[in-house]
């Protein structure tokens, strides 16, 4: 087999340039494109235990921004009200919007989207999906910041807490991810198995939550000087979008969630870099669409660029961005085109579509640093399982253990016969499909992934170098 591809490093861009100007002679000005340039877009993914009140918070979030009508408001709480659940009225909000954002369509990893200030907000990861951990890592992998969301109530909490529950994991999930700002919301602070006697928020209840949650959420990489806790009520909207009153929570001197969202430094954005946009969906509709996160470059409609691994040429024929059309999406944007040139058939979900100048590169095999989390019995060569990366699902074999690393990756031992929870390893693994991946180094997106074994995350690691089947033109 050939020496690993030598793809030249994909250059971070740390100054945004003016947003792409096309040439627009016989067509007038598109707003559409320079719209991207005042509101710069973050993905949220709300992560928690089921119950937590992800859907609660994010769709009073909609409500409160405006991003759904009032008659429209009043039709869901009549709704919510003859099922005898008034609350789950801001449920429904996020439920209709993200239906008419797919058109009817079911999503795999859903989205609904709201704008502040300065900033266009997308949610990624929908109810009626959300505790569904393979969609979780697919809706984490496009996103800049988690909203980690537990519930204070009592008992609740505990149990999203302990073995089992989805806290930990997803925590776990968004870091290796790439989720690059977690957020804990402390929510249903309201709820009456937690009030102070003078009916205003516990701080001993928050405080508790976070004393347990805090050295966990450092053991899996989320250091404590980075989280942000805000308390919340998901349900009556306190500390949402206005500052919680001093008469319900005296000690909060924070800023409320909306406000921290905004303020939050924004991601680094490869505008210049070649385009790169893992598939994480696709259908039939009027010709072949197809949806992912732009990961660098921008696209704008007419490009033509070309889909990976399968080498097809494809043209731009139209671009949505949060179901509207528009004529450029940038890096950080979740997408959906319509594609000429493909059938539906021929594109795969972890297909990339990229650059026609630069392809990302693909290949059947590479060498990986893995960290060991559990796994019933011992990692050897022979086993299989399945792997996610970036929005890729494929399963493989370990087809060598090269070495046991200690914790600074040095080789500790060459050739062991098995790894064990806890340990981390070099190791050789063989895809059972060709798939796009990049060396960690280069490219992070395409580089980090995670093994799936009968529903547990049974490792995590990078990529360090392809072995073959990488043919990039030059
Ligand atoms: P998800 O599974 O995390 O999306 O949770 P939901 O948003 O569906 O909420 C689960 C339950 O908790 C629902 O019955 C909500 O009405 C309730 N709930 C959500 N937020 C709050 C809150 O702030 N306070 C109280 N008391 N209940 C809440």
Same mark, same amino acid.
């Given at each position: ?35 991207l ?32 009508? *009032? &008659?429209?408001? #009043?039709?869901?709480? =009549?709704?919510?009200?003859? $099922?005898?659940?008034?609350? @789950? ?18 999503e ?10 300065t ?17 979780m ?30 806290t930990?994991?997803?925590?776990m ?19 009456t ?10 701080? *001993? &209840?928050?405080? #508790?939550?976070?004393? =347990?949650?805090?050295?966990? $959420?450092k053991?899996?990489? @989320? ?22 009153p ?57 490009d ?20 509207s ?18 059938e ?21 095999s ?10 019933k ?98």
């Amino acid at each position: 087999t050939a020496a690993a591809s030598e793809a030249p490093p994909a250059k971070a861009e740390p100054t945004r340039p003016k947003a792409p100007v096309e040439n627009t002679s016989q067509n007038e000005v598109d707003l559409g494109a320079f719209d991207l340039d005042q509101k710069k877009p973050l993905n949220v993914v709300l992560l928690g235990h089921v119950d937590a009140g992800k859907s609660t918070i994010s769709g009073h979030i909609l409500v409160l921004t405006g991003n759904v009508d *009032e &008659r429209t408001m #009043e039709k869901y709480e =009549k709704e919510a009200k003859a $099922l005898g659940r008034e609350s @789950w009225k801001f449920a429904f909000a996020l439920d209709t919007s993200e239906q008419e954002r797919a058109k009817g369509k079911t999503e795999e990893c859903g989205q609904a989207s709201f704008t502040t200030e300065t900033r266009r907000f997308t949610i990624l990861d929908a109810p009626g999906h959300k505790n569904y951990v393979p969609h979780m890592i697919g809706g984490a992998s496009q996103a800049d910041i988690g909203i980690l969301v537990i519930s204070a109530r009592k008992g609740e909490f505990e149990t999203g807490f302990e073995r089992g529950g989805q806290t930990r994991e997803h925590a776990m999930l968004a870091k290796t991810s790439g989720v690059r700002q977690m957020v804990v919301v402390v929510n249903k602070l309201d709820d009456t198995s937690v009030l102070n006697p003078d009916g205003s928020w516990s701080e *001993e &209840r928050f405080l #508790e939550c976070k004393t =347990k949650l805090e050295p966990y $959420l450092k053991q899996v990489g @989320w250091n404590s000087k980075g989280l942000v806790w805000i308390p919340v009520s998901g349900i009556t909207g306190q500390n949402l979008k206005d500052k919680v009153p001093s008469s319900t929570c005296s000690w909060y001197d924070g800023e409320p969630l909306l406000d921290v969202l905004e303020n939050l430094r924004p991601p680094e954005r490869l505008l210049s870099g070649p385009v790169k946009m893992p598939i994480s969906e696709k259908h039939k509709e009027m010709g072949t669409m197809v949806m992912g996160k732009l990961e660098s470059g921008v696209i704008k409609v007419n490009d033509r660029l070309v889909m990976m691994p399968n080498r097809v040429e494809v043209l731009i024929d139209s671009l949505q961005l949060e179901g509207s059309t528009a004529q450029a999406a940038e890096p950080g944007d979740v997408v959906r085109l319509r594609l000429k040139g493909i059938e539906e058939e021929d594109v795969r979900v972890g297909f990339v579509l990229c650059s026609s100048t630069d392809l990302v590169s693909y290949t059947h095999s590479f060498i990986a640093r893995l960290m060991v989390l559990e796994h019933k019995s011992i990692i050897c060569a022979g086993y299989s399982a399945v792997i996610h990366i970036h929005s890729a699902v494929e399963e493989f074999t370990v087809s060598k253990l090269l070495a046991e690393l200690d914790k600074k990756g040095k080789a500790k031992q060459k050739n062991p016969k098995f790894v064990k929870p806890g340990m981390r390893c070099l190791v050789q693994l063989k895809m059972s499909q060709p798939i796009c991946v990049e060396p960690y180094d280069v490219f992070p997106q395409l580089g980090r992934f995670m093994i799936r074994d009968e529903g547990k995350t049974v490792a995590v690691g990078t990529v360090a170098r392809l072995i073959s089947d990488s043919d990039r033109p030059d």
